[in-house]
């Protein structure tokens, strides 16, 4: 019999990008470069695992951003545009590297990846990727989670549970008409917990919410298991909390497995190697240069001068660490069994993007523990979450702490000097939501949709996104012209609402081009 459970839980979330008033948009790379690092990956290895019936559990929560673009025509068709021009520019590079048989080896190795990524997306997938993640769903092997709706940083709406409701009923409506039930468990946007949040989770009859290590540590009462076991709120749902060990062994800069010398290079692209009129028509137009995803060199060191890459050693280094860490967590599994007295369970949360894309064999690193763990070894099974809490008849009641993952722990990244601007906005856009929804509880027609849009815009304005970019000086500019696109487009509704002018054409096109949420109901924000 196994002695606990080991819990992987892969959070894949992107913000709503979509600009159908511009031909091309850098910012909808995003999407691009994650469907064909991470997402199409990810599937082909759980469609590998369910055809040879390999007995495994994985959870995976999908936010309703990310969904919305994955169900979008116009981004579907880009995509595989995109996506044909990386294979054209593979067979140049074939021909480009053909006297250098290194280089013109991984040049076929990103040819035969575009072909398969090609034949999974539009042929087996149709250009529609979740009806992959309807049939993982289906298949009792891997347990969908949601997210808050547009990723919103829900401690800082404790003011405004309003704010935080809405934020979580149209993750679940979402879910609802994408799966066709209801979800059991959801990702906290960068697991950000406040005490009480868990009655609204309760409200929309969520089971299990994840937090990062300190929120069960620093419990009242204090957790009789640590963050080997979940505990229940007093509302009734379950909060998992996440293990530093193995979240350390992929995180870490200087211990993580990604950071091996072996491993691909990820800031080594062709985009900015190679001539830029060689290279232009395969990159977004107008914007200078960019990653294509074809990268020839290896990590090497901490040195400029890179070597090339060798897929093979690559795949034997993905292996060991496979095997170290299967290892290090029988080890610990053990100590904890005789520890506790029950069977222990591992939370393993990641950012889903980190697998392929940041850490270009993070796919098969993540396979092979699955088959490692299902074939070499007997201390500890691959569970959901939702399982485990199937296995005791009680839990400890607890109230977990205010706390979120990032730097220090307790939001600030996001709530500081870069970013702070945007939440008297933010407040005043929720108080304006809320008028509107106690003064037209029973809106039809155009002010109906008038307010579901205003909804809309002030859900996108939220995003935790924004305020992460802001911080990290990444793509700032974009954040900050997105939040004061979504503040000036509400304001401007709220005065046509208001004043009983709304101007239809202008409205249309906002909601053509933010067109989420089919499900949204403004009546959330009723008091």
């Given at each position: 019999?196994?002695?606990?459970?080991?819990?992987?839980?892969?959070?894949?979330?992107?913000?709503?990008?979509?600009?159908?008033?511009?031909?091309?948009?850098?910012?909808?790379?995003?999407?691009?470069?994650?469907?064909?690092?991470?997402?199409?990956?990810?599937?082909?290895?759980?469609?590998?695992?369910?055809?040879?019936?390999?007995?495994?559990?994985?959870?995976?929560?999908?936010?309703?951003?990310?969904?919305?673009?994955?169900?979008?025509?116009?981004?579907?068709?880009?995509?595989?545009?995109?996506?044909?021009?990386?294979?054209?520019?593979?067979?140049?590079?074939?021909?480009?590297?053909?006297?250098?048989?290194?280089?013109?080896?991984?040049?076929?190795?990103?040819?035969?990846?575009?072909?398969?990524?090609?034949?999974?997306?539009?042929?087996?997938?149709?250009?529609?990727?979740?009806?992959?993640?309807?049939?993982?769903?289906?298949?009792?092997?891997?347990?969908?989670?949601?997210?808050?709706?547009?990723?919103?940083?829900?401690?800082?709406?404790?003011?405004?549970?309003?704010?935080?409701?809405?934020?979580?009923?149209?993750?679940?409506?979402?879910?609802?008409?994408?799966?066709?039930?209801?979800?059991?468990?959801?990702?906290?946007?960068?697991?950000?917990?406040?005490?009480?949040?868990?009655?609204?989770?309760?409200?929309?009859?969520?089971?299990?919410?994840?937090?990062?290590?300190?929120?069960?540590?620093?419990?009242?009462?204090?957790?009789?298991?640590?963050?080997?076991?979940?505990?229940?709120?007093?509302?009734?749902?379950?909060?998992?909390?996440?293990?530093?060990?193995?979240?350390?062994?992929?995180?870490?800069?200087?211990?993580?497995?990604?950071?091996?010398?072996?491993?691909?290079?990820?800031?080594?692209?062709?985009?900015?190697?190679?001539?830029?009129?060689?290279?232009?028509?395969?990159?977004?137009?107008?914007?200078?240069?960019?990653?294509?995803?074809?990268?020839?060199?290896?990590?090497?060191?901490?040195?400029?001068?890179?070597?090339?890459?060798?897929?093979?050693?690559?795949?034997?280094?993905?292996?060991?660490?496979?095997?170290?860490?299967?290892?290090?967590?029988?080890?610990?599994?053990?100590?904890?069994?005789?520890?506790?007295?029950?069977?222990?369970?591992?939370?393993?949360?990641?950012?889903?993007?980190?697998?392929?894309?940041?850490?270009?064999?993070?796919?098969?690193?993540?396979?092979?523990?699955?088959?490692?763990?299902?074939?070499?070894?007997?201390?500890?099974?691959?569970?959901?979450?939702?399982?485990?809490?199937?296995?005791?008849?009680?839990?400890?009641?607890?109230?977990?702490?205010?706390?979120?993952?990032?730097?220090?722990?307790?939001?600030?990244?996001?709530?500081?000097?870069?970013?702070?601007?945007?939440?008297?906005?933010?407040?005043?856009?929720?108080?304006?939501?809320?008028?509107?929804?106690?003064?037209?509880?029973?809106?039809?027609?155009?002010?109906?949709?008038?307010?579901?849009?205003?909804?809309?815009?002030?859900?996108?304005?939220?995003?935790?996104?924004?305020?992460?970019?802001?911080?990290?000086?990444?793509?700032?500019?974009?954040?900050?012209?997105?939040?004061?696109?979504?503040?000036?487009?509400?304001?401007?509704?709220?005065?046509?609402?208001?004043?009983?002018?709304?101007?239809?054409?202008?409205?249309?096109r906002r909601r053509r081009q933010y067109n989420l949420f089919p499900e949204?109901?403004?009546?959330?924000?009723?008091?």
């Open positions: 019999m196994e002695k606990g459970y080991l819990a992987f839980i892969l959070h894949a979330h992107l913000p709503f990008v979509r600009h159908p008033e511009h031909d091309s948009f850098l910012e909808e790379s995003w999407l691009y470069e994650g469907i064909t690092e991470t997402y199409i990956p990810l599937i082909k290895m759980i469609d590998q695992l369910l055809d040879e019936k390999i007995d495994f559990a994985l959870t995976i929560s999908l936010s309703p951003t990310l969904i919305a673009m994955m169900e979008d025509e116009l981004l579907n068709n880009r995509y595989k545009k995109k996506l044909e021009g990386l294979l054209e520019l593979s067979y140049k590079e074939i021909e480009r590297t053909k006297h250098d048989p290194r280089l013109n080896n991984l040049a076929r190795m990103y040819n035969n990846i575009f072909k398969e990524s090609l034949y999974i997306y539009a042929d087996k997938y149709h250009c529609r990727l979740m009806e992959a993640f309807k049939k993982f769903d289906a298949s009792g092997k891997v347990e969908i989670m949601i997210c808050a709706g547009t990723h919103g940083f829900l401690p800082n709406m404790e003011m405004y549970p309003q704010a935080a409701r809405a934020q979580v009923k149209i993750a679940v409506d979402t879910y609802k008409r994408v799966f066709g039930h209801s979800p059991k468990g959801m990702w906290l946007p960068e697991c950000g917990y406040y005490p009480g949040l868990d009655n609204i989770l309760k409200e929309f009859a969520l089971r299990f919410f994840i937090v990062d290590t300190h929120a069960i540590l620093f419990a009242e009462p204090r957790p009789r298991f640590g963050v080997y076991n979940p505990y229940y709120c007093k509302s009734g749902v379950a909060a998992f909390g996440r293990d530093i060990e193995s979240s350390k062994a992929v995180w870490s800069a200087i211990e993580g497995y990604p950071g091996d010398f072996c491993y691909r290079e990820f800031y080594r692209d062709i985009g900015y190697d190679l001539e830029y009129e060689y290279i232009r028509p395969y990159i977004n137009c107008g914007h200078g240069r960019m990653n294509t995803g074809i990268k020839y060199h290896k990590i090497t060191g901490r040195t400029d001068n890179k070597e090339l890459y060798d897929p093979y050693l690559a795949k034997e280094t993905a292996a060991s660490h496979a095997g170290n860490f299967m290892f290090n967590r029988e080890k610990q599994i053990e100590y904890l069994y005789e520890k506790l007295g029950r069977k222990p369970i591992i939370i393993a949360p990641y950012d889903a993007e980190l697998y392929g894309h940041w850490w270009f064999e993070g796919i098969d690193w993540l396979n092979f523990v699955i088959r490692k763990v299902n074939f070499d070894q007997k201390v500890f099974k691959l569970i959901t979450p939702m399982e485990y809490l199937k296995l005791y008849d009680k839990f400890q009641v607890i109230s977990p702490s205010f706390s979120s993952w990032g730097w220090k722990g307790y939001s600030e990244v996001w709530l500081e000097g870069s970013n702070d601007w945007i939440y008297p906005h933010l407040h005043m856009m929720i108080e304006r939501m809320t008028e509107l929804a106690n003064q037209c509880p029973h809106a039809n027609g155009l002010l109906g949709e008038a307010l579901n849009h205003l909804a809309r815009e002030l859900l996108l304005a939220q995003s935790s996104d924004w305020p992460f970019m802001m911080k990290t000086n990444i793509f700032i500019e974009y954040a900050c012209q997105r939040v004061k696109d979504h503040i000036d487009c509400f304001n401007r509704l709220y005065e046509m609402v208001k004043n009983d002018s709304i101007d239809k054409n202008w409205l249309d949204i109901d403004y009546r959330v924000y009723k008091a």
